[in-house]
């Protein structure tokens, strides 16, 4: 291993043990189990830096985000204030962390019916079920979305993913009226929206029918109440699309017999 690495491996042992030592109650056998190699000295760090994390968002909730200072946090999570600026650079890295923790909670809350009865319940129930989290959990989600760059964060990006599968199965059922990157935008943009606008009101103002109509809004302009495609899968999707064909202005003549021929294709094999 280059001297390099080595100095690197080194410090993350230290700094575990240093960690490990600072709790109460810490396993006695950590310290060695630090020092034997590299791969538990990481195991360790990320142990700690997953605690601090819970600590942070327990904070975050009990009692908003301004108590969420870096030494209010190392008390609770048992550790000296260095091992936070250590861990997460500065309180920005870790409030970015707690976001992501946030996200994460929300993915793995998620229902997954990959072959829904209805499609429309079925988006239903996933927008209810994000505004559901959003009024539960207030001050995590308003600093998951506080930040446009998070959107980078890899479990927001899974959840997305989430709900593309149902925008997919919906354009696959002819029930999609509009294409899926403004469904998807839609769909997203008045979940949040809900959500942030409902925790702004007073308490006294908090009507549910909000909800529901900024839901049933977002349903009516996102599918259709008819199926556009009778027949479900390609071939019926090719067949109605080939019949609206001659209606089209924007492709060229040969564009057209080409497509037609492309249609005919795939609706014949249906």
């Keep these: 291993m280059p001297p390099r690495s080595r100095a690197r491996d080194g410090a993350a042992a230290v700094e575990s043990e240093s960690e490990s030592g600072s709790e109460s109650g810490s396993d006695p056998g950590s310290g060695s189990d630090s020092r034997s190699g590299s791969g538990s000295a990481v195991v360790g760090r990320e142990r700690t830096r ?70 429309i319940e079925d988006l239903r129930a996933g927008w209810d079920l994000a505004v559901e989290f959003g009024l539960a959990n207030p001050a995590l989600y308003t600093l998951m979305y506080s930040e446009p760059t998070r959107v980078a964060s890899p479990a927001f990006k899974a959840g997305m993913e989430v709900l593309m599968g149902r925008i997919r199965r919906l354009a696959a059922g002819g029930r999609l009226r509009v294409d899926e990157e403004l469904a998807a935008t839609l769909i997203h943009a008045t979940a949040r929206g809900a959500v942030l606008t409902w925790l702004s009101l007073p308490e006294d103002r908090r009507n549910p029918a909000l909800l529901t109509i900024l839901r049933e809004s977002m349903v009516a302009a996102v599918t259709n109440e008819v199926p556009a495609v009778q027949d479900a899968g390609p071939a019926g999707a090719a067949r109605a699309l080939r019949a609206t064909l001659p209606e089209q202005t924007t492709l060229s003549g040969a564009e057209q017999h080409l497509l037609r021929e492309w249609l005919d294709r795939l609706a014949s094999d249906g």
Excluded: M, N, S
Aim: charged share 25%; aromatic share 6%.
């Design 50 to 119: 997953q605690r601090v994390i819970e600590a942070a968002a327990d904070l975050l909730a009990r009692e908003g985000r301004d108590a969420v200072t870096t030494r209010a946090v190392a008390v609770a999570a048992g550790l000296q204030p260095p091992a936070i600026y250590r861990l997460f650079g500065d309180k920005d890295g870790l409030l970015e962390a707690v976001a992501e923790h946030g996200f994460a909670t929300f993915l793995a809350a998620k229902r997954v019916d990959p072959d829904p009865q209805d499609l």
